[in-house]
């Protein structure tokens, strides 16, 4: 799998951008790069407030550059030259099993409704294809299957060019009051 281009792994937080960008990387044998713990690597980032605060010319000057390779992360695209990107896989997990992620990751309430209301609403979906349009973006529902086997999916459709558009609807699935409240 030589040809050029970078393969963006995007999502909401806990949505499993970087274990599944870690055995993609390993299946096609390829650098992968995690944005916001480059950025802080190369001092293009820092920690405030428990938040990353990205320096914004210094990303686009470095991430801009990237010819090829796996980057992931929730913003990973706003960074990267749309041209490059050879195919963006946007990975959607069921609000409902990211919430108890958000808890473990010890997410205060707003910061769990901005990001299950983010995917929720498929906020995400829309900047994928502001930045690149509908024939790069793939959507794969990550809420069911290993880590491994999601790879895996992804890998056989580089590998054979095909797309994959999981069918995800979640408010549709609100099933109690619980679920709205969690929602901004
Ligand atoms: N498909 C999955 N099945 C089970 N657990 C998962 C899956 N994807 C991610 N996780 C777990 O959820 C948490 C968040 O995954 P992570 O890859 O760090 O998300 P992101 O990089 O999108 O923020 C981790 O503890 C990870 O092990
Ligand atoms: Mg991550």
């Known amino acids: 799998m030589s040809e050029k281009g970078i393969i963006a792994i995007v999502g909401c937080p806990a949505t499993g951008k970087s274990v599944v960008a870690r055995a993609l990387a390993e299946m096609i044998h390829t650098e992968h790069i995690d944005y916001s713990e480059y950025l ?3 001092n293009a980032a820092r920690v405030h407030n428990d938040e990353i605060v990205i320096e914004d010319k210094k990303a686009k000057n470095v991430l801009g550059k990237l010819e090829e390779g796996i ?3 929730v913003y990973a695209l706003d ?3 749309s041209k490059k990107i050879k195919n963006v896989y946007l990975l959607r997990c069921n609000p409902k099993i990211l919430f108890y992620r958000y808890l473990v990751r010890n997410y205060d309430l ?3 409704k901005n990001n299950l209301t983010s995917e929720y609403l498929d906020v995400c979906l829309k900047m994928a294809l502001e930045k ?5 973006v793939n959507q794969v529902d990550a809420s069911n299957d290993e880590p491994s086997y999601i790879a895996l999916r992804i890998y056989s459709s580089i590998k054979n060019g095909f797309k994959i558009f999981d069918k995800v609807d979640w ?3 609100i099933s109690r009051p619980f679920d709205l409240i969690l929602m901004k």
């Open 132 to 136: 690149v349009g509908p024939q790069k």
């Open 71 to 73: 980057v992931s992360g």
């Open 79 to 81: 960074y990267l030259d």
């Open 110 to 112: 707003e910061k769990i």
């Open 40 to 42: 802080l690597k190369i």
């Open 171 to 173: 408010l549709s699935q």
